[in-house]
């Protein structure tokens, strides 16, 4: 394990201001509110998406309560409530502060954190990250310089397997067979093997480095830099040596983009046991199917839920023999528990009414024109800020003023768009066509 580094001397005081950042930083959280067209949001942040059962319970009640009574899962396995009034904030921090989930009110915000959430589970990977995923989370809140990153920065934690090394984080650590790891900063390819031991404190050490680099009122990740993440490459590098810590560079491409997501359904491990994988239509989900797998896990499983960065719930540690009854008890709450679900591969931003920005109410628009089954991913976006759009290939659906444009997105390149006015037939025969790759 590392020791404690300090921050040079020379270092100027704003780029680590949490103050100072804190300004500029609009990102919700659960002590900042943000007001939407329905109602407050609060946004919790979930590291590794990682929940026990009465934490999930705590959540459902929540959103009941004093929400709209759904949960809503991010791109960063964190959850959502919303139509909650300006009152509540209060009484909202107190309930998490009590479960466990508001464990720093400085450092609430910058918690994000995505793992790779079969890790441990299915055999696959190169080693469990739930001990990094633990050390970082307590390294973090503990690091008062920490507290001045912004709600945007994105840590990764990779066992290997290369799911979420390709989800573009800020610093990604990512396992290796013999016992090391790899420490990516952005997406540069020139990456610094290290002891696994110490990788979770050498990605607070970037963290720290990246604030150091950055003005208090410019970057606010890594690829905001106007320097390119190379230096800090080289910074990190410096001051891991300077504690002693072995270091070699070598070249490791980012994971390619695509369909990393866990395959909905039951994921066979090396046990008797296996993890059942759900993925939620719209991101979003109501009491009685958060019910239902949270006394899953309590009564039939490892007790825990993982969220997971594509917006679906992995169950760990059910039996195997009632793995399909439980799969279809799920089905029939509406999850998507198999490829065949015509919601495979369906996202959306909230879209009208919640968000004022919106153009239109995507999220029916994309329960209009669900299929075809097996075929490219689509993402709806109610104007072009295209909040929480996925990675990889997938298809655009924009809002316009004057209808809608559907686009071919694949290698960070978008194909020129079709435009559809406001045509419904229309406009789903174009998504259907384009999720085919016709035209």
Request: proline share 8%; aromatic share 2%; with cysteine.
């Amino acid at each position: 394990m590392l020791a404690a580094m300090p921050r040079p001397a020379t270092t100027p005081a704003p780029p680590g201001d949490a103050s100072a950042r804190a300004r500029g930083d609009a990102c919700p959280g659960t002590l900042r509110l943000h007001r939407a067209d329905d109602g407050a949001l609060a946004r919790i942040r979930v590291p590794g998406g990682v929940l026990t059962a009465d934490q999930a319970d705590v959540l459902r009640e929540l959103a009941g309560r004093l929400g709209d009574g759904e949960l809503h899962l991010t791109s960063r396995g964190n959850v959502q409530l919303r139509g909650l009034g300006q009152e509540h904030g209060g009484e909202l921090a107190s309930r998490l502060r009590e479960s466990g989930l508001l464990p720093s009110e400085r450092h609430e915000r910058i918690r994000n954190v995505v793992a790779s959430p079969l890790s441990g589970l299915d055999g696959r990977g190169e080693r469990d990250v739930r001990p990094w995923l633990s050390a970082l989370d307590t390294l973090l809140c503990a690091s008062d310089a920490a507290a001045g990153l912004s709600g945007r920065f994105l840590f990764a934690l990779d066992d290997g397997r290369g799911d979420v090394d390709a989800l573009g984080a800020d610093v990604t650590l990512r396992a290796r067979s013999e016992g090391n790891a790899l420490l990516r900063i952005g997406a540069e390819e020139t990456v610094l093997r290290i002891p696994g031991a110490g990788a979770p404190q050498a990605a607070l050490v970037a963290a720290e480095a990246f604030l150091d680099a950055s003005p208090a009122s410019g970057a606010w990740r890594v690829a905001d830099l106007p320097t390119g993440a190379g230096p800090l490459v080289d910074e990190v590098e410096r001051r891991l040596r300077a504690a002693g810590v072995r270091t070699t560079r070598t070249v490791a491409p980012v994971a390619p983009q695509g369909s990393t997501a866990p395959a909905t359904g039951a994921v066979t491990g090396p046990r008797d046991v296996v993890a059942l994988s759900a993925g939620l239509p719209l991101g979003r989900i109501g009491a009685e199917p958060w019910q239902m797998l949270t006394d899953i896990a309590r009564h039939c499983g490892d007790g825990e839920l993982r969220l997971t960065p594509w917006r679906g719930i992995v169950v760990p540690g059910a039996e195997r023999e009632r793995a399909t009854e439980l799969l279809d008890s799920l089905g029939e709450a509406g999850l998507i528990v198999g490829p065949h679900s015509p919601w495979t591969g369906v996202g959306a931003c909230i879209g009208r009414p919640g968000c004022a920005k919106s153009l239109a109410d995507v999220r029916s628009q994309a329960a209009a024109a669900l299929g075809p089954v097996g075929a490219l991913p689509v993402y709806w976006s109610g104007c072009e800020r295209r909040c929480g759009h996925p990675q990889g290939e997938w298809i655009d659906v924009v809002a316009t003023p004057d209808g809608h444009e559907v686009a071919h997105v694949r290698d960070g390149r978008k194909d020129a768009p079709v435009r559809i006015t406001d045509s419904p037939p229309a406009l789903a025969a174009a998504v259907s066509a384009a999720r085919r790759g016709i035209g």
